[in-house]
């Protein structure tokens, strides 16, 4: 009986880690550019590694097998004086020195060319980006514990679903309702984090259509798990039914939509609003959804007006009309 158990026990462990594999390689062959680069800075990064690790691993079971007890080597070799081989030295460090460059080199390359704020230079390794093509805005916000997505070009929002079409640029802003969480949709690129009172970007495109998983890749509390939603890549008449279909809905998510839509929940169902109310983005950005609760961006232009009224040795009032700043244009960035 306990062997018995014991199979099935080794069985199911099995099991579970090829499918765990089957996930992992989502992260080595993507559907989206951004993240097939980060995939072959992974494979090309470890091909480097390897090539010290390799030998490395080799060589002491060579030297263990070479001069075991007993081994005719480990008597005919014997050099009590030896303490020093230039060549060694140089073979030592050269090789890990001329590794740790190669990977200097390209991590700071790539870091540069796959920065989440940088706009894209081209739709795939095989297909450049088109002139005076316009990305897909999308603006993201993380919920407890949902994903809320408003596209202000075709005035629709969606929780925990989202589509774009194929190769065309999108632009996402995020920000978080409250706590600190992580946007993450492993074959469109890599996770960027969501920041209440504070606007992250991503830039991204999707290359084939089809399906993909999103997630949460941070840890925010009880209903983490569930933090999932689907992500489409669609053709561009998909797309547009996809928006048609959400505009049909009828719902308009107001502020007040958006409070109850905000408390916290886990493994809601996909909803659809036909429109949303102006400036909400910017108001949940800025934390100040509630009636009567001051804005983030208006409360830091009030200290900058006052600090400098402060320094400038003037009057708070006469500068009280200049606008330093807006709710189009947030401080944090």
């Known amino acids: 009986m306990l062997t018995s158990n014991l199979r099935r026990a080794s069985v199911l462990v099995v099991l579970t880690s090829l499918l765990a594999g089957c996930s992992d390689l989502v992260v080595l062959n993507p559907s989206g550019d951004i993240a097939a680069q980060k995939g072959q800075l992974i494979v090309i990064a470890t091909i480097l590694m390897l090539l010290i690790v390799v030998p490395v691993i080799f060589f002491i079971f060579l030297f263990a097998w070479r001069y075991r007890q007993g081994a005719k080597h480990a008597q005919d070799d014997y050099a009590p004086d030896w303490d020093h ?3 060694l030295e140089l073979l030592i ?9 190669a990977l200097g080199a390209l991590t700071w390359i790539t870091t540069h060319k796959l920065d989440p704020y940088r706009p894209l230079d081209r739709i795939s390794a095989t297909k450049a980006l088109p002139e005076n093509v316009k990305p897909l805005e999308v ?16 005035g629709i929002a969606t929780v925990n679903e989202l589509a774009a079409p194929v190769n065309r640029p999108i632009h996402f802003k995020l920000t978080s309702s409250s706590t600190m969480n992580a946007f993450y949709v492993p ?28 997630m949460s890749s941070h840890y925010s509390g009880e209903g983490f798990s569930g933090m999932t939603f689907k992500f489409h890549g669609l053709s561009d008449e998909d797309f547009a039914q996809w928006v048609d279909r959400a505009k049909a809905d009828g719902k308009v998510l107001t502020r007040d939509a958006y409070l109850a839509l ?59 009309e ?9 401080i944090f960035e």
């Open 93 to 101: 460090w050269a090789a890990p020195l001329v590794i740790i460059i």
């Open 322 to 330: 200049q606008d330093i700043c807006t709710t189009d244009t947030p």
């Open 262 to 320: 905000a408390k916290p929940s886990s493994r809601d169902p996909v909803q659809r609003f036909a429109s949303v109310e102006a400036g909400l983005y910017q108001r949940i950005m800025n934390l100040c959804v509630e009636d009567g609760q001051m804005c983030m961006d208006e409360m830091m232009a009030r200290d900058a007006r006052r600090n400098h009224a402060h320094h400038s040795g003037l009057a708070p009032d006469k500068l009280a």
């Open 187 to 214: 074959d469109l690129a890599g996770m960027i984090y969501t920041m209440p009172g504070m606007q992250t970007e991503l830039n991204a495109v999707i290359n084939k259509a089809g399906t993909y998983r999103g």
């Open 85 to 87: 081989s230039t060549r």
């Open 139 to 154: 603006e993201v916000i993380s919920l407890d514990w949902k994903w809320l997505f408003l596209l202000p070009e075709q």
